[in-house]
């Protein structure tokens, strides 16, 4: 399940952005969560994006992921970490989220980068149809056309039955 994100998980974003391990190929963020707060309080009036925290079905925080970057009908998604108490079968499911609900909203495809080291992330995106399309000194850009996202939402359908469960 997907809710917004608020003032509140400040510190639970914080926990994975600083967290060494899981922060390794994210932009630098700041550990002052008066910082966090601001940044959260600035995107709750933002509706250029989705800043979601990913929970269990009982609300349990487990993650977080971002839609954002709309290029046409083209979204970008990132910030996308879990923590050590996700549930097996975490990264497939709330991937096939994003997508649902980004397909929910009108959005045709998707674009990202990721880091050029995240080996695993590399892999994980490229299973389900992303295809490179270009790099940096530090990321490779993917795009994701909308017959992979389809492709993939069939593929993987056991992980996500009944479609995203988004609040607000």
Known sequence: MFRDATVGDAEFILSLRTDEKKGRYL?????????????????????????????????KPVGTVRLYDQRGDSFCW???????????????????MIYDFALQLGFQRSHFDVRKGNTSVHQFHERFGAVVTGQSDIDNFYDMSNAAIRGALRQYRKYLPDGAVVTF
């Not at 932009?27 to 601001?38: F, H, I, L, N």
């Open 78 to 96: 990132g910030s996308w970490i879990k923590s050590d108490e996700a549930p097996s079968g975490f990264g497939v499911e709330s991937a096939l």
């Open 27 to 59: 932009s630098a963020t700041s550990p002052d969560v008066a910082k966090q707060k601001e940044w959260l309080q600035r995107y709750a009036q933002d509706d250029s994006q989705i800043y979601f925290i990913i929970c269990t079905l009982d609300g």
